[in-house]
């Protein structure tokens, strides 16, 4: 008997419940950064030690259903996601494990050489504030209400968007040029806030959260109608990620610098990575950051091949789940917003 209605329903809700008190960019972000970035960029360690708060990890508690369609599959592939996740964060500290659990849930594929980019020189004469009353007027003409827009002053992210809690948070202390102020807007605004709030408007309860593959090309949208060209930013990360697994925190650092980074862009990335490890020595990494690079090739293919963006923007799916939900679940394709 196929999944009821409500039960989906309550998937969904669960999903939410659990994924809003898990805030990767705190919650992985060393207690210690600060503290050990300045002794590492100054010489004085070898390798930095990190301390993190506790993890409180949210229970948990789903419908069983079984798996006789394609629509329930992709439920249980979603509920065995959201489990995945609150594992990870139990494993924080225990840096093989942690490393391991990232590999099968943010899988690092291989991604094509970047083409050559052109690293601008302007200033970063944007501050916190700024950003936020550009976020806050994003969203007012966009026509979504019931956001928050805040500071958060101790997160690994320049900002990040909790669609379940319906914030966006932007650290204290980011400077940005102006044309990355544009760029990141329709970054976070206009894909993480709107696919979330189009997904909402969906029939189909499962659209409310995204699928588990909708969730891992996220950011490949968002890096998409950030950059139709790409970005140097995300093959570094990827660069980084890929040395992370088989290399220290220092060794990670320094092939980043002899990639092109600056010392203190190297320290971010490498930081990045080795977020929910404690020992830098530690070979591993928290691989989530392959995916701007993957996801991204993965959404550049499907607009070049035909794909629209619009059907992209309207649930947090996969480019080839897209015919599915529109056929199978009435999923509606809602018009491409002006600030993309």
């Given amino acids: 008997m196929p999944v009821a209605l409500e039960d989906r329903r309550s998937i969904a809700q669960a999903v939410i419940a659990a994924e809003k008190q898990m805030e990767f960019s705190v919650m992985l972000h060393p207690a210690n950064a600060a503290e050990q970035r300045e002794k590492f960029l100054s010489g004085a360690i070898e390798e930095p030690i990190f301390a993190y708060g506790a993890c409180v990890v949210p229970a948990m508690n789903f419908p069983e259903i079984t798996m006789g369609t394609e629509l329930e599959a992709l439920y249980r592939d979603r509920i065995g996601q ?37 690293k601008e020189k302007e200033e970063l004469s944007i501050g916190a ?54 760029a990141l807007t329709r970054h976070e605004i206009g894909v993480h806030v709107v696919r979330y709030a189009h997904g909402c408007m969906q029939r189909e309860p499962l659209l ?29 990360r990827h660069f980084a990620v890929q040395m992370a697994l088989e290399h220290s925190f220092r060794e990670t650092w320094q092939a980043l610098c002899e990639y092109g980074c600056s010392p203190e862009d190297a320290w971010v990335h490498t930081l990045r990575v080795k977020r929910g490890l404690t020992d830098g020595a530690s070979h591993g990494a928290f691989t989530r950051d ?24 309207s649930a947090p799916v996969h480019p080839e789940e897209i015919p599915f939900f529109v056929e199978e679940a009435g999923m509606e394709v809602f018009p491409i917003l002006p600030l993309l």
């Fill in 290 to 313: 392959a995916l701007y690079a993957q996801g991204f090739e993965t959404v550049r293919a499907y607009i070049s091949g035909g794909g629209r963006l619009d059907s992209l923007l």
């Fill in 129 to 182: 504030e700024e950003i936020m009353r550009t976020f806050q007027e994003a969203l007012v003409a966009c026509g979504i209400e019931g956001w928050e827009v805040k500071l958060e002053r101790h997160c690994s992210s320049r900002m990040f968007v909790n669609q379940w809690e319906k914030k966006i948070a932007v650290r204290a202390d980011v400077r940005i040029t102006p044309k990355e102020l544009s």
């Fill in 82 to 118: 959201t489990r995945g996740l609150a594992l990870l964060l139990r494993l924080v500290g225990h840096d093989s494990e942690f490393s391991a659990l990232g590999q099968v849930l943010f899988p690092v594929t291989e991604v094509e050489n970047p083409p050559p980019f052109s």
């Fill in 208 to 236: 409310h959260v995204g699928t588990s593959r909708g969730r891992l090309v996220e950011e490949g949208v968002a890096c998409f109608a950030e950059h139709p060209d790409g970005h140097p930013r995300l093959y570094e």
